[in-house]
């Protein structure tokens, strides 16, 4: 894996940008200077992350989430475990 994240990321299994991979490694997300933690999927190259609203929830369970826009920065907290130095 390299050390470049994912242009698109989400943390829901059920989206097609879900990386447990890249998941596991953690992603560091600052959105409009500031780094974010509630950040449920971003897009680097489009300009928005998505976060959830509140604790409300769709009659599914799932999450509502609204979309921001604006620049993102994304980056790996850790290094990759293939990397390791002895």
Do not use: C
């Not at 698109?8 to 560091?28: C, K, M, V, W, Y």
């Not at 999927?41 to 409300?56: M, N, T």
């Amino acid at each position: 894996m390299s050390d470049t994240p994912p242009d698109t990321l989400s943390n829901n299994p059920r989206s097609p940008h879900f990386n447990e991979d890249a998941l596991r490694r953690g992603i560091g997300i600052r959105f409009k200077g500031a780094e974010r933690k509630d950040v449920e999927e971003y897009s680097v190259s489009e300009g928005w992350i998505r976060v959830q609203l509140a604790k409300k929830v769709d009659r599914y369970g799932q999450p509502l989430t609204i979309k921001l826009t604006g620049p993102v920065e994304a980056w790996f907290e850790n290094p990759a475990e293939d990397s390791e130095e002895a």
